[in-house]
């Protein structure tokens, strides 16, 4: 099992910045990619970005240019930098990661961008 720890949410004004973290611990070496998705209230639960044991990375339209993801392997943690952040960009953030068979997500961390 695998489990996923985020940190690094808040309150922001529109244009500030955050980084979001997410240790994994547990069977890290099950990990393949692994990647940050928000929901916002009343939506369906969407991808954000997302990065390759290789760190290749993917990142959702929306983001690209503003959203930066990272991995440390050796400290088995992704991060994702937010900058020039926009009310839209208000939601609960989650961590994921896919592993051989399954899944794992984080509980989630609550990012506010106020207008």
């Known amino acids: 099992q695998v489990q996923l720890v985020e940190s690094g949410g808040g309150l922001v004004q529109a244009g500030g910045s955050l980084r979001l973290s997410c240790a994994a611990s547990?069977?890290?070496?099950?990990?393949?990619?692994m990647g940050w998705y928000r929901q916002a209230p009343g939506k369906q639960r969407e991808l954000v970005a997302t990065?390759?044991?290789?760190?290749?990375?993917n990142y959702a339209d929306s983001v690209k240019g503003r959203f930066t993801i990272s991995r440390d392997n050796a400290k088995s943690t992704v991060y994702l930098q937010m900058n020039s952040l926009k009310p839209e960009d208000t939601a609960v953030y989650y961590c994921?990661?896919?592993?051989?068979?399954?899944?794992?997500w984080g509980q989630g961390t609550q990012v506010t961008v106020s207008s």
């Open positions: 990065i390759s044991r290789g760190g290749n990375t």
């Open positions: 994921n990661a896919l592993l051989s068979i399954t899944v794992a």
């Open positions: 547990g069977s890290i070496f099950t990990i393949n990619a």
